[in-house]
C-alpha cells in the first residue's frame, strides 16, 4: 500500500534554534548489512513514571536498586525531555521528529496515529539486518499500517491501545491475535523479553519494552503493595500541587515493581554473555501521572512545565560508555533515534530529516565544545521552551531554571534579550511545525486490510454510537459498549478498505441468557451479513477489586468471547462498516467490545 502524507509544504527544520546537523548527526542513505560486532539495543520505556519516581534522584520513599545501578553502569542524561503525554513521546522516540510533524498530536480516537511516511527506528535496523521485537504498549496505531507488524516490529506481543482496564492476565494480542495474558503484565512482558532474548542471542536484536506502568489503572501484587499500602511517604509533593497519598502510594509500588523486572532483565543478559555489547536505554514517557515528590518541579503529566516533561534516562552500553558518567547537556526523546543508528554504525533509511541529533559524542566523552540548541514542548496550544539555563513557560514566563527548578521566578525583565529569542522560537514551532497539524479532531478513517497482514482490528475506541448506546467508561481506549436498547441505535466505523476481499468476521461481546435472540447485522457498502445471537456470555465487570486506588474515568473490563459472525466481502474505499441490530428480543442488545476481520482471500489491490 502507497504510504499516505499531507502537511509537508513547509520547511522541515527551524534551523539554528535546533541545530538538527551538528556534530555526530547520521545522514540518510543505503543501510550496509549488520555484522557480528554490531551492538544488541533494548528500549525499555516506562508509562507516567516522574523524573521523581527513582531512588536514584533521591527518593527516600522508594527503592530502585536495579534501576539505580543501571544509571551507575552507563550514563545518566540529567536533562532528558519528553512529551506531556505518551503517544508523541513514543512518535518521536521512533522517527526523531516533533511529534506534530508525524501526525500525531494526542492519545485516542486516532489521534495516536504516526503517518504512514515516517520512517520508524525499527524499520531502519530491520533493513540493517536486525531482529526486531516490542513486548508492550504499542500506543501509534492499530490498524495495519499502523499495527507494529506494519512499522518494522517482527515479533509484538501486549497492546496498541493507550491503557487497559485490567493487568491481571488481561485480553492481549500477539502479532494481531487476541491472547490472554499470564499474570501480571509488567511481568508477563519481560518473561516474553527474556524468552526472546535467549532465541536470538546469537544475532544482532532490537527489544523494544514500553511498559504500562504506572500508569493508571492503579493496579500491582501484593509483594510490592504491602510496603505502600499505609507507607507515611514523608517526601511529598508540593504544596501548591495536590497529593492524592493512595494513588502517590500505588505509583511507588509500580515503580518497584518495574525495578524488579529491570533487574531480572539485566540478570538474563548477564547469564547470556551479551550485556557488554547490547546497549541498554531507560527512559519514561512524559512526567508523572499525578502530584507526589518530583524534585519540586513544577507540573506533572499534560503539562509543558519542568515536571511535566523532564524524564529520567539511562544509556548503559558497558563495551563502549563510561561507568558512572552523567551529563547536564539538555537532550531528548527526538534524539534516540539518531543516536542508536549512529551507535549501531546504521545509516537512516528515511527521507524526512530528523529533528534529534546523535548523542554519540557526549556519550563517548569524544567531544568538548557542544554547540547550544533549544528543545521545544508542545501540548494542545501550550508551547514551552528550554535552553540549556532557561525556561520559557508557556504562559510567558522566564525561568532560570539551575536556580529555580520550581519555575516560581519570572526573570524576563532581568534577561529581555533571551526572552525575546525564546518567545521568537516558540512562536516559530507554533507556525512551522504546530501548523502541520490539521486543526479539529482526526478525520482519518480507520484501516481495513493490508498486502503482507491479513488481520485488522477495530476496537469500540475507535467507533461512533448512536442514540442511547454508551461508553462503558469516559476514556475510550479500553471501553465497551452497553446500553443497546434500540433497534434504532447503531455502532459505525469510518473505515478506507485499502484490499477487497472476503473477510472472517468475529465479534467479542457479552449476552445474558434473558437477551438471547437478538439479530445483528454488520454492514459496509452494498455487503451486509447477519448473525442470531444464540449463546450467553454474562461474566461480571473485572477490575475493581484488583485497585490500588480509586480509578476515575476508565472502565472496567469485562471476558469479552469471540461470535463467529461470517464472512463479509468487502470492497475497496472509503465507506462506514455498521453494526445494528435488527431483532431485541430482551432488555437489550449485546455488549461490544471489539470487531476482529481476518482477509481470506484478495480481489484487487
Known amino acids: 500500500m502507497s504510504k499516505q502524507k499531507s502537511r509537508r509544504t513547509l520547511p522541515l527544520r527551524l534551523g539554528l534554534f535546533f541545530f538538527c546537523l551538528i556534530v555526530g548527526h547520521v545522514a540518510p542513505g543505503l543501510v550496509a548489512p549488520v555484522s557480528a560486532d554490531q551492538p544488541n539495543v533494548i528500549v525499555i520505556l516506562t508509562d507516567d513514571q516522574g523524573w521523581g519516581d527513582l531512588s536514584v534522584h533521591g527518593n527516600t520513599n522508594m527503592s530502585t536498586p536495579?534501576?539505580?545501578?543501571?544509571?551507575?553502569?552507563?550514563?545518566?542524561?540529567?536533562?532528558?525531555?519528553?512529551?506531556?503525554?505518551?503517544?508523541?513521546?513514543?512518535?518521536?522516540?521512533?522517527?526523531?521528529?516533533?511529534?506534530?510533524?508525524?501526525?500525531?498530536?494526542?492519545?485516542?480516537?486516532?489521534?495516536?496515529?504516526?503517518?504512514?511516511?515516517?520512517?520508524?527506528?525499527?524499520?531502519?535496523?530491520?533493513?540493517?539486518?536486525?531482529?526486531?521485537?516490542?513486548?508492550?504498549?504499542?500506543?501509534?496505531?492499530?490498524?495495519?499500517?499502523?499495527?507494529?507488524?506494519?512499522?518494522?516490529?517482527?515479533?509484538?506481543?501486549?497492546?496498541?491501545?493507550?491503557?487497559?482496564?485490567?493487568?491481571?492476565?488481561?485480553m492481549l494480542e500477539h502479532n494481531g491475535q487476541i491472547v490472554t495474558g499470564e499474570g501480571f503484565v509488567i511481568d508477563d512482558f519481560t518473561n516474553r523479553a527474556m524468552s526472546y532474548l535467549e532465541e536470538h542471542k546469537d544475532a544482532p536484536f532490537f527489544v523494544y519494552l514500553p511498559f504500562c506502568t504506572p500508569h493508571s489503572?492503579?493496579?500491582?501484587?501484593?509483594?510490592?503493595?504491602?510496603?505502600?499500602?499505609?507507607?507515611?511517604?514523608p517526601l511529598r509533593a508540593r504544596e501548591d500541587q495536590p497529593e492524592n497519598l493512595s494513588h502517590a502510594r500505588a505509583a511507588l509500588a509500580m515503580c518497584e515493581n518495574i525495578d524488579w523486572n529491570v533487574g531480572r532483565?539485566?540478570?538474563?543478559?548477564?547469564?547470556?554473555?551479551?550485556?557488554?555489547?547490547?546497549?541498554?536505554?531507560?527512559?519514561?514517557?512524559?512526567?508523572?501521572?499525578?502530584f507526589r515528590w518530583n524534585g519540586d518541579m513544577k507540573g506533572k503529566?499534560?503539562?509543558?512545565?519542568?515536571?511535566?516533561?523532564?524524564?529520567?534516562?539511562?544509556?548503559?552500553?558497558p563495551a563502549k560508555i563510561p561507568a558512572g558518567s552523567k551529563t547536564d547537556t539538555i537532550a531528548g526523546s527526538i534524539d534516540l533515534k539518531p543516536?542508536?543508528?549512529?551507535?549501531?554504525?546504521?545509516?537512516?533509511?528515511?527521507?524526512?530529516?530528523?529533528?534529534?541529533?546523535?548523542?554519540?559524542?557526549?556519550?563517548?566523552?569524544?567531544?568538548?565544545?557542544?554547540?547550544?540548541r533549544l528543545y521545544i514542548n508542545h501540548f494542545r496550544g501550550k508551547t514551552s521552551v528550554r535552553?540549556?539555563?532557561?525556561?520559557?513557560?508557556?504562559?510567558?514566563?522566564?525561568?532560570?531554571?539551575?536556580?529555580?527548578?520550581?519555575?516560581?521566578?519570572?526573570?524576563?525583565?532581568?534577561?529581555?534579550?533571551?526572552?525575546?529569542?525564546?518567545?521568537?522560537a516558540g512562536e516559530k514551532f507554533d507556525r512551522e511545525v504546530v501548523g502541520e497539524l490539521p486543526e479539529g479532531n482526526d478525520q482519518r478513517p480507520f484501516t481495513i486490510g493490508h498486502p503482507d497482514l491479513?488481520?485488522?482490528?477495530?476496537?469500540?475506541?475507535?467507533?461512533?454510537?448512536?442514540?442511547?448506546?454508551?461508553?462503558?467508561?469516559r476514556a475510550p481506549n479500553c471501553s465497551f459498549f452497553t446500553n443497546w436498547v434500540n433497534l434504532e441505535d447503531s455502532i459505525s466505523w469510518n473505515t478506507d478498505v485499502q484490499i477487497e476481499g472476503d473477510y472472517q468476521v468475529w465479534?467479542?461481546?457479552?449476552?445474558?441468557?434473558?437477551?438471547?435472540?437478538?439479530?445483528?447485522?454488520?454492514?459496509?457498502?452494498?455487503?451486509?451479513?447477519?448473525?442470531?445471537?444464540?449463546?450467553?456470555?454474562?461474566?461480571?465487570?473485572?477490575?475493581?477489586?484488583?485497585?490500588?486506588?480509586?480509578?476515575?474515568?476508565?472502565?472496567?473490563?469485562?471476558?469479552?468471547?469471540?461470535?463467529?459472525?461470517?464472512?463479509?466481502?468487502?470492497?475497496?474505499?472509503?465507506?462506514?462498516?455498521?453494526?445494528?441490530?435488527?431483532?431485541?428480543?430482551?432488555?437489550?442488545?449485546?455488549?461490544?467490545?471489539?470487531?476482529?476481520?481476518?482477509?481470506?482471500?484478495?480481489?484487487?489491490?
Not at 566 to 595: C, F, T, Y
Open 66 to 170: 536495579n534501576i539505580d545501578r543501571l544509571a551507575s553502569q552507563g550514563m545518566a542524561l540529567e536533562r532528558f525531555y519528553v512529551c506531556p503525554i505518551c503517544s508523541p513521546t513514543r512518535a518521536e522516540f521512533m522517527t526523531g521528529r516533533y511529534n506534530p510533524r508525524t501526525g500525531v498530536k494526542s492519545a485516542s480516537r486516532g489521534e495516536e496515529r504516526m503517518d504512514l511516511d515516517e520512517t520508524t527506528i525499527f524499520e531502519a535496523f530491520k533493513t540493517a539486518g536486525y531482529r526486531t521485537a516490542a513486548f508492550g504498549k504499542w500506543h501509534n496505531g492499530m490498524q495495519p499500517p499502523y499495527h507494529p507488524n506494519a512499522r518494522g516490529i517482527d515479533e509484538y506481543y501486549g497492546f496498541c491501545s493507550g491503557h487497559w482496564g485490567h493487568y491481571h492476565s488481561p
Open 217 to 233: 489503572p492503579m493496579q500491582v501484587p501484593d509483594r510490592w503493595w504491602d510496603k505502600f499500602e499505609n507507607h507515611d511517604l
Open 265 to 290: 532483565l539485566m540478570k538474563k543478559l548477564d547469564d547470556l554473555e551479551i550485556a557488554d555489547n547490547t546497549i541498554v536505554i531507560y527512559f519514561s514517557d512524559n512526567g508523572p501521572n499525578g
Open 301 to 317: 503529566k499534560g503539562s509543558v512545565d519542568e515536571g511535566g516533561v523532564r524524564s529520567p534516562c539511562f544509556i548503559r552500553w
Open 339 to 372: 543516536t542508536l543508528l549512529d551507535l549501531a554504525g546504521i545509516r537512516d533509511t528515511g527521507t524526512l530529516p530528523m529533528d534529534g541529533v546523535s548523542l554519540k559524542p557526549l556519550l563517548l566523552q569524544d567531544t568538548v565544545n557542544w554547540p547550544d
Open 387 to 424: 535552553s540549556q539555563r532557561f525556561r520559557l513557560g508557556y504562559k510567558g514566563g522566564l525561568y532560570e531554571m539551575q536556580n529555580d527548578p520550581g519555575q516560581r521566578v519570572d526573570v524576563k525583565d532581568k534577561f529581555p534579550k533571551v526572552y525575546r529569542q525564546l518567545t521568537a
Open 454 to 473: 491479513t488481520f485488522t482490528q477495530l476496537p469500540a475506541r475507535d467507533a461512533v454510537a448512536t442514540g442511547q448506546i454508551q461508553r462503558s467508561g
Open 507 to 605: 465479534v467479542y461481546y457479552t449476552c445474558s441468557e434473558a437477551n438471547l435472540g437478538t439479530v445483528l447485522e454488520l454492514r459496509c457498502h452494498h455487503s451486509a451479513i447477519t448473525k442470531e445471537v444464540t449463546i450467553a456470555n454474562d461474566p461480571p465487570l473485572v477490575g475493581e477489586n484488583s485497585d490500588r486506588s480509586p480509578r476515575k474515568s476508565e472502565s472496567y473490563v469485562k471476558e469479552f468471547v469471540p461470535l463467529n459472525f461470517g464472512i463479509l466481502h468487502l470492497e475497496k474505499g472509503k465507506n462506514p462498516l455498521v453494526l445494528s441490530a435488527q431483532k431485541i428480543p430482551g432488555d437489550q442488545s449485546i455488549e461490544m467490545r471489539l470487531i476482529m476481520l481476518n482477509r481470506l482471500s484478495n480481489v484487487k489491490e
